[in-house]
DNA sequence: TAAAAAAGTTGTCATAAGACAATGTTTTAA
DNA sequence: TTAAAACATTGTCTTATGACAACTTTTTTA
């Protein structure tokens, strides 16, 4: 049931297999179907999520109605509709599984308890917040230059798998075009 | 000569005096010039800066030659080659002074020990990130899909003195645009 | 399995923004 | 203080991309 968070955790940190029991019971199991809604715009986010399968994805929608993909995680790694969660305001971003997923979820508190007891937790933490500003600040350093084709071609090198498994039109927000461009780019390739 | 500091980490975190002391006695003072370089490309990052007074612009340069702005720092902020610091690896971006500076420098080393013996220097990072994390999602969510136009009136009512403080190339730059376009969308206002 | 819905493709047209260049303005340094 | 450099503005022309629509394909669900 939890091998997956604890090889996870075990990957970014050392830590003792008791520790490690004491982090993982605070997770429980929760399956998703398609497109179900984890947090929706409005709602302060309490809960973290880790993925044991499937695929999440963290959107906002613009003043047009067409919606911006912030981020998506997949197997093997962990989210949450991160700015309400650290912030605890409404959140502005959807947290959907694009897929029927797995999940072990932990509450806000329990987290918070945890990153206050156990350092390795913090770390795991600290962690995942380090690399998602990198990663945020790589997509703005390639995004917001970059003509279409050359975003595609970015993603197609860096992160493949998002072209193999999630829908054209979650790639085309994730860019930051629309999803006919994306075809027509596509098409010239 | 530190009193900035102090008031940026107490406006940060409940601290005691004498913490604090030993907190800022690991800083030391740096005055830059214009356009001063404080890590170039290439370059493993190993220092960590208070600005008392000026501006830091952290930028990567593209493909085509053309830079984009990752980052402003004005004064009582903290700031670094963040992705560099972080990684320990070469850098790709610029960290420069905008303008002549008054800095507090603290080295890695040191930053690192404070990190694990003052909880409440740690906690200071932490946000730190938190909101370096929140500020690159937000611009992506509002550059990503917004038309020039909509970038511009952007920055007008969320960070203003952007517009008043920095040339309008590195606004450019910071805006995913080009100088001419960003003065013709200005004429338009 | 069939009907409905959603997603993807492709075409036309309009437009925002880039490239480049000419010119004016401000800043920098000798 | 003045020459040089950097920056900013504005114009023309070109092009990438969005808007919209028609159509096809795939997926969902009853």
Redesign the interface.
């Known amino acids: 049931m939890y091998t997956e968070l604890e090889a996870y955790i075990k990957s970014e940190v050392d830590i003792k297999q008791s520790e490690l029991k004491k982090i993982i019971t605070h997770f429980t199991p929760k399956n998703t179907v398609r497109n179900e809604m984890l947090c929706n715009i409005g709602q302060v986010c309490k809960h973290f999520y880790f993925i044991k399968k499937g695929c999440l994805r963290l959107y906002?929608i613009?003043?047009?109605g067409?919606d911006?993909t912030?981020?998506f995680a997949l197997e093997n790694s962990i989210i949450s509709a991160?700015?309400s969660f650290?912030?605890q305001k409404p959140s502005?971003d959807c947290l959907v599984s694009l897929e029927p997923s797995e999940l072990l979820v932990i509450s806000r508190d329990n987290f918070y308890k945890l990153i206050n007891t156990i350092p390795q937790f913090a770390t795991v933490y600290?962690k995942f917040?380090?690399f998602?500003?990198?990663h945020?600040?790589m997509?703005?350093?390639s995004?917001?230059?970059?003509e279409g084709i050359?975003k595609l071609k970015w993603v197609m090198e860096h992160e493949p798998k998002l072209l193999s498994r999630i829908s054209s039109k979650a790639v085309a927000s994730y860019l930051?075009m629309t999803n006919s461009t994306l075809s027509k780019l596509r098409s010239k390739l």
Chains 1, 2 share one sequence.
């Open positions: 906002e613009d003043a047009k067409n911006i912030g981020y991160n700015t650290m912030l502005r600290h917040i380090e998602a500003f990198i945020s600040q997509r703005i350093y995004f917001l230059g970059m050359d930051g």
